[in-house]
């Protein structure tokens, strides 16, 4: 079956050292899947993935499973620069019983070609299981190495379900669309939250994103209507996703959230982020963020 749902974009705790906080990441994966989310992507972008090593990474995603949540709810960033880093990141995660592999392309050089692209993850997968279900992750704006639907094309008649999915965080509905439309079998999901509905309405899986830190069973509750085959609802609960997304976008994302979440939970540690991000100075532009919140009865 397609993988679907609503998976947030965990944001990660970290110590005053700069380490992973386990133990606070664990308690918000745990909240978050008792909120209503199907899953989790795990040290993602929010997850400020590449701030922290691969040792770090295995240790949390061990702490995940060793506490009982279940591998197969947890999607694994495991796309870095070097092939081998990648394979040492997705064979772990596969051990631990993880199945789908969220993959960044090589990210560090710029202007590469669709060959290049699509031999990097070729390198990767001819390697891996054949059990092992791969989501491309598009983030042209950060990786600034785009995959274009040539590279899927060419992933998918070589390594055929192996390539299961995409997620499309380019915030651009019309490209989010067009690989829905190209690739029906495949399971894309959006990385913005404002389009849940019209990506779900056209075929798409679900979304897997950062607003979902907060909001999770909003979009829980659109997918739920959507799958209802409740219209009406469905356009109701996404005004709502919509207003979320759009007030914790308005400063840096990741600080935000983290801001949020450390108001919500009383937790001034939940606003530690690793550098080159900063903290947010003050709490002052996040007005509208603890009102969209609270009008989804979210206590912020």
């Known amino acids: ?17 700069g380490q992973v906080d386990r133990a606070r990441t664990r308690a918000h994966v745990e909240r978050l899947l008792a909120g209503g989310c199907h899953g989790v992507a795990l040290f993602g972008t929010t997850g400020e993935a590449a701030s922290f090593t691969i ?20 999607l694994p960033g495991v796309g870095l620069c070097a092939r081998d880093d990648t394979l040492t990141l997705a064979r772990h995660a596969l051990e631990l019983g993880c199945r789908h592999l969220l993959m960044l392309p090589p990210f560090f050089y710029k202007g590469v070609s669709d060959a290049g692209v699509a031999a990097a993850f070729a390198e990767v997968m001819e390697r891996l299981p054949a059990e092992a279900r791969v989501i491309l992750y598009h983030f042209p704006k950060v ?6 639907p040539e590279v899927v094309t060419s992933l998918r008649e070589r390594f055929g379900p192996m390539v299961t999915g995409i997620k499309d965080s380019s915030a651009d ?13 495949l399971a894309v999901f959006p990385g913005a939250d404002h389009h849940l509905l019209t ?21 829980r509750k659109v997918f739920d209507l959507f799958k209802a085959g409740d219209a009406a609802a469905a356009e109701a609960a996404q005004v709502q996703v919509t207003a979320v997304r759009k007030a914790v976008e308005g400063g840096p994302l990741i600080p935000s959230i983290k801001a949020l979440l450390a108001l919500r939970l009383d937790d001034p540690e939940w606003r530690r982020v690793r550098p080159p991000l900063v903290e947010l100075a003050d709490d002052s532009g996040l007005a509208e963020a603890k009102a969209a919140l609270a009008k989804v009865e979210t206590k912020v």
């Open 55 to 74: 040792a770090e990474r295995k240790a949390m995603l061990e702490e995940l499973v060793g506490a009982g949540i279940p591998a197969e709810r947890i």
């Open 199 to 219: 990506v779900l309405q056209a075929g798409g899986a679900g979304s897997i994103s950062a607003a979902a830190n907060l909001n999770g069973a909003g979009s």
């Open 143 to 148: 990786s600034a190495v785009p995959i274009t």
């Open 173 to 185: 509905l019309e490209h989010t669309l067009s690989l829905v439309r190209a690739f029906p079998d």
């Open 1 to 17: 079956m397609r993988l679907e749902g609503i998976f947030a974009a965990a944001v990660t705790a970290a110590r005053t050292d």
